[in-house]
Structure formats: structure tokens, C-alpha cells
């Protein structure tokens, strides 16, 4: 039987891109119009599409950042705890395959697990990380997920990159804003790398819970150099401790290495961070020069 797909939150900056790439593909999708409170809205759109599988890129990141959950604590609860179980509980009812849009940011580098060691977090690694209140529902989220564990995947995904210019969301658009950035190794999702396998693994009706970033790890400086390098010579940068870094926000941000052997083992080609680094950059080079033209 041929997927037909069901897209929560296509609207959002990963969903559109998932679309693009079911688009891409040809899959048969629709993007819900339902919101995830009303349980009978969603009923209505399983009956009508009759989807074999739900994405569910919807729940609430905070904006202009993660800092805004921390004051809006039960609307951010109750979207990205309380009803993504809601959508994972009606999709198990009825045999849906679910992907959900997991965060790799519920952990921190600790006395085990620092920066470089080879020593990266796993998918069995219990979440170490709670300085901001959008990483803890997700943590909650994702343990409670565990009960649907028989149709439901979930991918944690972590700072996603692309190589469009004009994406204000993009790490790369956000490094080249702030005035200093930390300088520490982090696990990064190049969004034309893994979104397409996101695709395929829903496609497969792959289960289970997956570190979800290309392997390796990547620094904020190591980004903001290829920048400068393929698209500003101009561009200089500073650099904070994260202890400054912490004063000026009101969450924390986690900086973690997640171990993805879970995920390479069904993908053994996802490129590098380093190297596929390079190629959104000279990527997004073209794009800026094709814009000119
Ligand atoms: N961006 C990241 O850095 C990042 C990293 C790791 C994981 N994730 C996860 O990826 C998912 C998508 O993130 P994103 O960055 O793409 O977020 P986004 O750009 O803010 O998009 C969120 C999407 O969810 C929809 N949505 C929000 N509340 C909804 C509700 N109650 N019912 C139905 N739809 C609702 C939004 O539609 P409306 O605008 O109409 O509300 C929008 O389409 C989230 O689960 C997030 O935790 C994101």
C-alpha cells in the first residue's frame, strides 16, 4: 500500500521544508488544517484523507526564541506535551505511523560527556538538561511518547541549518545577528541531509526514538568562518563565555554532542557535519550570486 502522508505544523519552518521534499518526491500529502487542541477536527481529517502517516512538525519553539517560554510555561506545556500525546494517542488508535519532531537539546556536556571526548550522548542517555522550560516538555514529551513506541519515531533534531539566504531562522542567519556567540561543539541537522531521511523512515514505518544530526560536531566559530570565507571576507564575530552568555538570556541553551550510530546504522551515508558544512555554504554562495543576476 502506497504512504499517504498527513503534515502537522507544514506551515512552520522544518514542516514547509518537509513538504517541499514529499512535494519533491511525488508522495501523496495533505497539510492538516486542524490544530492540535481539537481532537475532533483531527478525527474528521483522518477520516476524510485517510492518512497512513502523520508528521508532526507542529508544537511551540517560542518566538522571536526559546526565551519566551519561559513565560508563557502552560501554553507551551499543554501544546508540546499534552496534545502531541492527544495526536500520538488517536494515530496508535487507529494504526497510524507517527513521525514526531523531537529536540536533541535535553542534554549538556558533563563530567562524562565533554566536548571532542568521543564520549557523545545516546539515545538511552536519560535527559541531563532542564535550564529552559521548552527543553523539558520536550524531554516529558518524549518519555511519555515511549507508551506509542509500537508506531510512533521520534527524531531529535538540533540546531537545522540550510543553505537559503533568506532563512531568518537558520543558525547561520541567527550567529551572523548576535553580537557574540559561544565558541563550543555542537551536533547540527543540515536539513537537505536529513529531511529526505525523515521522509523514508515514515515511508518504512520505522519506529523508535533517533538522535537525529549529521555526525560530528560543529562550533559556532567553525560556521561563522566559512561565512566569512564563502559569503562576507568582511565578517568579524566575538566571542562570550557561556556564563556571560547566560546572564543576557532567560533560559539556557544546551551545547551537547549527540552519538548517532543509531541512525547511521540504518544510513550509513549521511555526510559528515564538517563536510557537508562546506557544501551549504558554497551552495548558499550560488544562491546569493543566482538572486543577483
Ligand atoms: N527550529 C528548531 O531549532 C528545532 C530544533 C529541534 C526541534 N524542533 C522541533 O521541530 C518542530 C517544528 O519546529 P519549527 O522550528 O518548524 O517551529 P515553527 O516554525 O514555529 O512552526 C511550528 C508549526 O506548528 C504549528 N502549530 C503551532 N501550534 C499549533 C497547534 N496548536 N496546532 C496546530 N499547529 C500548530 C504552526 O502553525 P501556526 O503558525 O499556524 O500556529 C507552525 O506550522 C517542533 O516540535 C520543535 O520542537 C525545532
Not at 560543529?218 to 566559512?226: E, G
Not at 564563502?230 to 556571560?244: C, G, L, P, Q, S
Not at 551537547?256 to 558554497?282: A, T
Request: include cysteine; glycine fraction near 6%; charged fraction near 25%.
Amino acid at each position: 500500500m502506497s504512504s499517504v502522508f498527513l503534515i502537522f505544523g507544514s506551515t512552520g519552518y522544518i514542516g514547509k521544508r518537509i513538504v517541499s521534499v514529499l512535494e519533491k518526491l511525488g508522495s501523496t500529502y495533505y497539510c492538516a488544517k486542524s490544530r492540535l487542541e481539537n481532537g475532533n477536527d483531527i478525527i474528521q481529517e483522518f477520516e476524510k484523507y485517510q492518512p497512513t502517516n502523520v508528521i508532526n512538525a507542529a508544537g511551540v519553539v517560542g518566538k522571536p526564541n526559546v526565551d519566551w517560554c519561559e513565560d508563557h510555561k502552560q501554553e507551551v506545556q499543554f501544546i508540546n506535551v499534552t496534545c502531541t500525546l492527544s495526536l500520538a494517542h488517536l494515530c496508535h488508535t487507529r494504526g497510524i505511523h507517527l513521525t514526531q519532531l523531537g529536540t536533541g537539546c535535553i542534554y549538556e556536556y558533563d563530567d562524562d560527556h565533554q566536548p571532542r571526548s568521543g564520549k557523545c550522548f545516546t539515545e538511552l542517555d536519560k535527559p541531563n538538561f532542564d535550564g529552559s522550560f521548552y527543553s523539558k516538555t520536550k524531554a516529558i514529551a518524549e518519555e511519555l511518547l515511549k507508551t506509542y513506541l509500537d508506531n510512533t519515531l521520534v527524531l531529535r533534531i538540533r540546531m537545522p541549518i540550510t543553505s537559503d539566504p533568506e532563512d531568518k531562522r537558520s543558525l547561520v542567519s541567527k550567529l551572523i545577528h548576535y553580537e557574540k556567540v559561544i565558541n563550543i561543539p555542537n551536533s547540527m541537522t543540515i536539513l537537505q541531509d536529513l529531511l529526505p531521511i525523515l521522509v523514508d523512515m515514515s515511508t518504512k514505518k520505522i519506529t523508535g526514538i533517533f538522535n537525529f544530526t549529521n555526525p560530528g560536531a560543529f562550533s559556532h566559530n567553525q560556521v561563522l568562518s566559512l561565512y566569512k570565507k564563502y559569503i562576507d571576507n568582511d565578517f568579524t564575530w566575538k566571542n562570550f563565555t557561556v556564563e556571560e552568555q547566560d546572564k543576557i538570556l532567560n533560559a539556557r541553551r544546551s551545547n551537547n554532542e549527540l552519538n548517532v550510530n543509531k541512525l547511521l546504522g540504518l544510513y550509513p551515508k549521511i555526510p559528515n557535519v564538517e563536510d557537508s558544512m562546506v557544501n551549504v555554504f558554497k551552495q548558499m554562495k550560488k544562491n546569493i550570486e543566482l538572486q543577483k543576476k
